[in-house]
């Protein structure tokens, strides 16, 4: 019987090129996404957790966290493929909230590589992603760079 063994999918350092594109699937924002990242992280505002609270304020329901998308974002990225089992940190991120996501919004991630620094001290080098949070109607919700330390080839 042979041995199954993780093989990362993931690009190394050398493969990313500036200018490279990206777009991920999609992930519908649910309920349970929002009522457990307020359980994680101890965020129980009102405006992400109280449906009554919500109604009569500025957007008029519940909207997600912004970081709780933000990581759902990296998430999308990681499951593309493209950094899986490659990343050896996640350096920077500078990130724009431009739009609140609701409960059953679609959203996916576009992506291009804007600059890329060799670091073989550290086994690899920073990649530099622009990056674009979009939901089910075209419109960004969030934007920024995010800086990631992925792995040279061996």
Do not use: C
């Not at 490659?86 to 576009?110: D, M, N, Q, W, Y």
């Not at 674009?132 to 995010?146: A, D, F, L, M």
């Amino acid at each position: 019987m042979s041995e199954l063994k993780f093989q990362p999918r993931g690009l190394h350092f050398e493969d990313f090129a500036i200018g490279q594109k990206m777009i991920t699937s999609g992930r519908t924002i649910t309920e349970a996404d929002i009522v457990n990242f307020a359980g994680v992280t101890g965020d129980f505002n009102q405006i992400h957790i109280d449906a009554t609270y919500a109604a009569q304020d500025t957007f008029g329901q519940r909207i997600a966290h912004g970081l709780l998308i933000q990581s759902i974002a990296v998430g999308l990225v990681v499951q593309s493929g493209m950094i899986e089992g490659t990343t050896l940190a996640f350096r920077e991120l500078s990130t724009k909230f431009s739009l609140p996501v609701f409960i059953g919004e679609t959203i996916h991630v576009v992506g291009e590589v804007v600059q890329t620094k060799a670091f073989r001290r550290l086994g690899g080098g920073n990649v530099t992603f622009k990056y674009s949070v979009i939901n089910n109607e075209g419109k960004t919700v969030q934007r920024g760079e995010w800086i990631m330390l992925i792995k040279s080839k061996e």
